[in-house]
């Protein structure tokens, strides 16, 4: 799981952004959904280990499919493997070329 997970730092304190969040304004950000499911919930400063869960009807951006590291339940809520393919794929278009690959048609890189 540790291979999937992504790790911030809390950049606001979970209770303060639990009660900005249905004023609107600022995006939700997927470290502090995932820090709202700890319990006793980290400070601001803390850092936060989470994942992104496989997509479910009315759940599509990253911040609603945040899960903490510390709740990871195979059965019930695992980790989406096509996003993080989705993302290798996109860093590897972007930076590919400075180390000398290139992405297929197919997604999967190739030394140059």
Avoid: C
């Amino acid at each position: 799981m540790a291979e999937v997970a992504k790790t911030e730092a809390l950049g606001q304190n979970p209770d303060a952004y639990e009660r900005l969040m249905p004023e609107g304004g600022k995006p939700r950000r997927a470290s502090a959904e995932a820090a709202l499911q700890l319990n006793p919930r980290p400070r601001m400063g803390d850092r936060v280990s989470y994942y992104i869960t496989a997509k479910a009807k009315g759940k599509t951006n990253d911040w609603q499919r945040a899960r903490a590291v510390a709740l990871y339940d195979a059965v019930a809520a695992p980790y989406d493997p096509d996003y993080y393919l989705k993302k290798l794929d996109d860093w590897l278009e972007r930076y590919g070329s400075f180390l000398g690959v290139k992405p297929h048609d197919d997604g999967q890189g190739e030394l140059l």
